[in-house]
């Protein structure tokens, strides 16, 4: 997505009047409203936090393979590194999901324990945050979610 998309994309998800946020005004919003929340969001949690894992081991991997060939003659080792910070900085995203679901603001965590809500998704969440974690770890030696420049210090 290009910058402005994005934008646009998150105001309607978590800006002010975004379906993602529950507000002061909750009691007026309906029950077709409430029922999408618990219906929708679980799904778009777990999706979204899959969609990130997956590209971070793509990242991981492509590195590694990478790896297999590069040398200093090539030059291929700089880019290695590169790569290999931006899956860092993928898993670390990842994991920000559980912030996201966690935050007071957005009370995503109601929709997840909800009764309209399919019970396995909490379950499904966690393990893949672990997953998330477990493949940082193995990347970088530490769960740090401080995002790091692929280009190198400014």
């Given at each position: ?11 309607a998800?978590?800006?002010?009047k975004g379906?993602m946020?529950?507000g002061a005004?909750?009691?007026?919003m ?5 029922l ?14 899959k ?7 793509w990242y991981k991997?492509a ?8 040398s200093?003659?090539n030059?291929?080792w700089g ?5 290999e910070?931006a ?10 999901v559980?912030?996201l ?7 995503l ?11 396995h998704h ?14 940082l770890?193995?990347?970088?030696g530490t ?12």
């Amino acid at each position: 997505l290009k910058e402005g998309e994005a934008k646009t994309m998150e105001s309607a998800l978590v800006g002010s009047k975004g379906w993602m946020v529950v507000g002061a005004d909750d009691d007026d919003m309906g029950d077709q409203y409430t029922l999408i929340r618990q219906r929708c969001l679980p799904v778009v949690i777990v999706w979204l936090h899959k969609v990130l894992l997956d590209t971070g081991r793509w990242y991981k991997k492509a590195a590694q393979r990478m790896k297999a060939v590069a040398s200093e003659a090539n030059g291929l080792w700089g880019r290695v590194e590169q790569i290999e910070i931006a899956a860092a900085n993928i898993f670390r995203k990842a994991l920000k999901v559980a912030d996201l679901v966690a935050s007071r603001e957005y009370r995503l965590y109601t929709v997840l324990q909800s009764e309209g809500s399919n019970d396995h998704h909490p379950q499904v969440l966690l393990k893949q945050l672990n997953e998330s974690a477990t493949e940082l770890l193995e990347l970088t030696g530490t769960l740090s979610l401080d995002m790091e420049n692929p280009n190198g210090p400014n």
